[in-house]
T-cell receptor, first 111, second 112 residues
């Protein structure tokens, strides 16, 4: 079972560069989300989606864009990377707000 | 606003019981979760409890919920070195939308 797949696992960016973190799930979940994990701060919600074509902002959305053109995919775009966006990013999916399934994480460093 | 708090570190000896505590603020939460994160990996659901329950036991794991005090705990019996990980408490507020709130995570160290 693939579950939630996110790529890349590691990425180094220069300040000002843009990139997209990919996320795909094969469980037909309607809910998908992106979190960032920083030391001592737990997981913070960046953006989430409750279905194809519907997205909304989470706790820390600034500097990030998302889209949900299909049920399976939920990419996260960094428009102009900043060192403050150095973090570990997790994509997650769930059905009807129940158990959340996480991807393996993407380690992003912005220099 | 909603908030979930837990201590950042816990150290126990192998074979002892570990108790990880968590407090939350939203009394309308319908689900409360414990997730485990091993180094370099994502979070995996360990167990969960419905808000209408006081206790849930699953093999070595015991979850206790005190709704009055908004306190959740996870007890791991006979803690093993493989239990070393970060444990996240999370609540799913009954906001009508999708938004699970996570604590900062408790790093469990198990000494052999």
């Amino acid at each position: 079972n693939a579950g939630v797949t996110q790529t890349p696992k590691f990425q180094v960016l220069k300040t000002g560069q843009s990139m997209t973190l990919q996320c795909a799930q094969d469980m037909n979940h309607e809910y998908m989300s992106w979190y960032r994990q920083d030391p001592g701060m737990g997981l913070r919600l960046i953006h989430y989606s409750v279905g194809a074509g519907i997205t909304d902002q989470g706790e820390v959305p600034n500097g990030y864009n998302v889209s949900r053109s299909t049920t399976e995919d939920f990419p996260l775009r960094l428009l102009s990377a900043a060192p403050s966006q150095t973090s570990v990013y997790f994509c997650a999916s769930s059905s009807a707000g129940n158990t959340i399934y996480f991807g393996e994480g993407s380690w992003l460093t912005v220099v | 606003g909603e908030d979930v708090e837990q201590s950042l570190f816990l150290s126990v000896r192998e074979g002892d019981s570990s108790v990880i505590n968590c407090t939350y603020t939203d009394s309308s939460s319908t689900y409360l979760y414990w997730y485990k994160q091993e180094p370099g990996a994502g979070l995996q659901l360990l167990t969960y409890i419905f808000s209408n329950m006081d206790m849930k036991q699953d093999q070595r794991l015991t979850v206790l919920l005190n709704k009055k005090d908004k306190h959740l705990s996870l007890r791991i019996a006979d803690t093993q070195t493989g239990d070393s990980a970060i444990y996240f408490c999370a609540e799913n507020p009954n906001t009508g939308g999708f938004k699970t709130i996570f604590g900062a995570g408790t790093r469990l160290f198990v000494k052999a």
